[in-house]
C-alpha cells in the first residue's frame, strides 16, 4: 500500500519530524520512503489503552458485541417508529448509529430536552452534511449511539423521553 501512496505523491495529514525535511522558511521537502507516514511522537498511553479495548473486545467476542449491538439497535429502532419519528438510516446492514428526525421543536430545543432527562444525544446540523440533509429534506437530526453495555432498561428510558416530543 505504501508503494502506491508514495507513488501517488500522497502526504500524512500531518507532517512532523521524521516526515519531511524542512528546506526554506515556507517550504519542505517529504521523505521520500514510506517513513513520512510515521509520527515521531508516539502516545504510549494511548498504544496502551488500544491494546487493554482489543483485549476486552475480543474477551467478549466480537460476535457477541455485533449480535448485542443488533438487538437493542432493533429494539430502539422499531421503538422510534412506533412513536412516529422518521428513521434517517439507509441500508441493509446498520451500524450502531441512529439517525432520526424530531418534527416541530428547534435543534437547541430538542438537544436541551436530552440534557435535562440526563440523556446523551447528538444533533448533526445540515452544514456537516449538506448533500445527504438536502437529499433527505431535513436541516438537522438527532444521533443516538446504543451499545452492547447499554441495558435495555436504557432503551425503554430513551423511548419514554422520546414520546414527550
Same mark, same amino acid.
Given at each position: 500500500?505504501?508503494?502506491?501512496?508514495? $507513488?501517488?505523491? !500522497?502526504?500524512?495529514? /500531518?507532517?512532523? !519530524?521524521?516526515?519531511?525535511?524542512?528546506?526554506?522558511?515556507? #517550504?519542505?521537502?517529504?521523505?521520500?520512503? $514510506? =517513513?513520512?507516514?510515521?509520527?515521531? #511522537?508516539?502516545?504510549? $498511553?494511548?498504544?496502551?489503552? &488500544?491494546?487493554?479495548?482489543?483485549?476486552?473486545?475480543? &474477551?467478549?467476542?466480537?460476535?457477541?458485541?455485533?449480535?448485542?449491538?443488533? #438487538?437493542?439497535?432493533?429494539?430502539?429502532?422499531?421503538?422510534? &417508529?412506533? !412513536?412516529?419519528?422518521?428513521?434517517?438510516?439507509?441500508?441493509?446492514?446498520?451500524? &450502531?448509529?441512529? %439517525?432520526?428526525?424530531?418534527?416541530?421543536?428547534?435543534? %437547541? #430545543?430538542?438537544?436541551? /430536552? /436530552?440534557?435535562? =432527562?440526563?440523556?446523551?444525544?447528538?444533533?448533526?446540523?445540515? %452544514?456537516?452534511?449538506?448533500?445527504? /440533509?438536502?437529499?433527505?429534506?431535513?436541516?438537522?437530526?438527532?444521533?443516538?449511539?446504543?451499545?452492547?453495555?447499554?441495558?435495555?432498561?436504557?432503551?425503554?428510558?430513551?423511548?419514554?423521553?422520546?414520546?414527550?416530543?
Amino acid at each position: 500500500m505504501s508503494g502506491k501512496a508514495l $507513488a501517488a505523491g !500522497l502526504e500524512p495529514l /500531518f507532517i512532523d !519530524l521524521r516526515g519531511a525535511e524542512w528546506i526554506a522558511e515556507n #517550504e519542505y521537502k517529504p521523505r521520500a520512503d $514510506a =517513513k513520512r507516514f510515521e509520527d515521531w #511522537e508516539t502516545s504510549y $498511553a494511548l498504544m496502551m489503552g &488500544s491494546k487493554q479495548a482489543l483485549e476486552y473486545l475480543l &474477551s467478549i467476542g466480537i460476535e457477541n458485541v455485533e449480535q448485542r449491538n443488533d #438487538e437493542l439497535n432493533s429494539k430502539l429502532r422499531k421503538g422510534l &417508529s412506533g !412513536l412516529g419519528k422518521r428513521l434517517l438510516d439507509k441500508g441493509q446492514k446498520q451500524c &450502531s448509529i441512529i %439517525t432520526f428526525r424530531v418534527d416541530g421543536r428547534t435543534e %437547541t #430545543e430538542v438537544r436541551n /430536552f /436530552f440534557k435535562e =432527562k440526563g440523556i446523551n444525544i447528538y444533533t448533526i446540523s445540515k %452544514t456537516s452534511a449538506i448533500m445527504d /440533509f438536502r437529499e433527505k429534506g431535513v436541516e438537522w437530526v438527532v444521533r443516538v449511539s446504543p451499545h452492547y453495555y447499554n441495558s435495555e432498561n436504557e432503551i425503554d428510558q430513551f423511548l419514554e423521553a422520546a414520546k414527550e416530543l
